[in-house]
């Protein structure tokens, strides 16, 4: 019903920067939340930013000050701009939307697939 496709991953040197995007498309009635997560290898998934509809960002305490989330309501787009990047950044980042199914009425939480970002030089 929901579908989150993610683009911009890659590889950047330390210093670098990448944008992240993520669009949402599906039956979707309005959305509460969007957010980035990311798994480093060997760890959990943790927090990297989160954006609730209304409300203000809130970051994780590693990527404070260098990252930067936003949305495109229209779009139904989520975006992360991730400045100054550092080895220790590099992961695997998801999307996460909080969404309302037109269709049902229903709350649910909708992950992307998944883009790699590498930080090396």
């Known amino acids: 019903q929901v579908q989150l496709v993610e683009s911009g991953g890659g590889l950047v040197q330390p210093g670098g920067s990448l944008r992240l995007s993520c669009a949402a498309s599906g039956s979707i009635s309005s959305i509460y939340v969007m957010g980035w997560y990311r798994q480093i290898r060997g760890k959990q998934r943790e927090l990297v930013a989160v954006?609730?509809?209304?409300?203000?960002?809130n970051y994780g305490d590693l990527v404070k000050g260098r990252f930067t989330i936003s949305r495109d309501n229209a779009k139904n787009t989520v975006y992360l701009q991730m400045n100054n990047l550092k080895p220790e950044d590099t992961a695997v980042y998801y999307c996460?939307?909080?969404?309302?199914?037109?269709?049902?009425?229903?709350?649910?939480?909708?992950w992307g697939q998944g883009t790699q970002v590498t930080v090396s030089s």
């Open positions: 954006i609730p509809t209304g409300g203000m960002p």
């Open positions: 996460k939307f909080g969404v309302v199914v037109t269709s049902t009425g229903l709350s649910l939480v909708y």
